[in-house]
């Protein structure tokens, strides 16, 4: 008598194998959430940027500041919350003009607000984007005396080393120029600086 058996066990044998080299072969392609968007817009009274990224790469990257899940504005947080998330940000989110060749001469800007809202994105669909709101005062970055500036940038990117920035100058009637665009990157073991001149 014939068994098929024996032909059974090798067909699964070589579908099994068959499957697993095309899925080395072919992996699925995974989509990370949009990265951070900085804006840098002057006026005559202060500099005002925008920096707008994920919520939940930004928690991942800082746990310790989840509170922001649950708010949807900085009038929502205690005044704790709020030192919290200003330190953040001082100390990951620093400029300063390229003729003060003094690295104490590095600026935090203020956080003035946050906001977060919904967003749709056509690789991971909805998710959550956080928009805070910066400031630096005409006392201490006189108008026009920005650019050219250098930019020391690494929130969210000092855990997430995929994350991407791009940062823009906002001139007049609102238009966008592109300073740079970034993924996390050290010089000397510190995380490297960028250059920023709308003129370059």
Known sequence: MITIKPLKALISVT????????ALACPASAHSLPGSELVIKQSSSQTRITLSFALEEFVIAAPHLKFVEKTSSLGDLTNNQVKQLSSYFNQHFKIKPLNDE???????????AIEIQGAFNEHVGQYRRVEAQFSVDSKTLPYNSLFPAVLHFD??????RSHR???????????????????????????ATHLLSPNS
Not at 15 to 22: D, E, G, K, L, M
Not at 102 to 112: E, K, N, R, T
Not at 155 to 160: F, G, R, S, T
């Open 155 to 160: 929130a969210i990117l000092h855990e997430i």
């Open 102 to 112: 003094q690295d104490d001469q590095f600026i935090s800007p203020s956080l003035d």
């Open 15 to 22: 579908c099994v194998f068959v499957c697993s080299f095309f």
């Open 165 to 191: 920035v791009v940062v823009f100058y906002e001139g007049e009637q609102n238009s966008k120029i592109k300073l740079v665009d970034f993924v996390y990157s050290e010089t000397n073991g510190k995380p």
